[in-house]
């Protein structure tokens, strides 16, 4: 059974800094694309980090410069490093096992990825004074 445990979210003020982490079981981050998605009350979930299994990451534009996406493969587990954290950042964020897109790395756009089939439970991140 696959699973993704994410962790690390809270409350922080503006300007601060969380790194969130993804354990995944049942399978090796190794071989899949991990990818990062938020979803904010009232608005859709959406993609805001991916890094690929050819070692190419993509973010957002409203977080890139901000956030980081890494793994650890021997710890079977993904990150995200998010600094400089505004109060638009909050939101659940999920972690999902193999976004996936057919779109050439050339040209290619975050929207072009679609989520994987399994998902973490999501931590809340919170912005705020």
């Known amino acids: 059974q696959v699973q993704l445990v994410e962790s690390g979210g809270g409350l922080v003020p503006p300007g601060g800094s969380l790194t969130l982490t993804c354990v995944l079981s049942?399978?090796?981050?190794?071989?899949?694309?991990m990818g990062w998605y938020r979803q904010a009350p009232g608005k859709q979930r959406e993609l805001v980090a991916v890094?690929?299994?050819?070692?190419?990451?993509d973010y957002a534009e409203s977080v890139k410069g901000r956030f980081t996406i890494s793994r650890d493969n021997a710890k079977n587990t993904v990150y995200l490093q998010m600094t400089s954290l505004q109060p638009e950042d909050t939101a659940v964020y999920y972690c999902?096992?193999?976004?996936?897109?057919?779109?050439?790395?050339?040209?290619?756009?975050?929207?072009?990825?679609?989520?994987?089939?399994?998902w973490g439970q999501g931590t809340q991140v919170t912005v705020s004074s």
């Open positions: 999902n096992r193999g976004p996936r897109t057919s779109v050439p790395e050339l040209g290619r756009h975050l929207s072009d990825y679609l989520p994987g089939y399994w």
């Open positions: 049942g399978s090796f981050v190794v071989n899949w694309n």
């Open positions: 890094d690929t299994t050819d070692r190419i990451t």
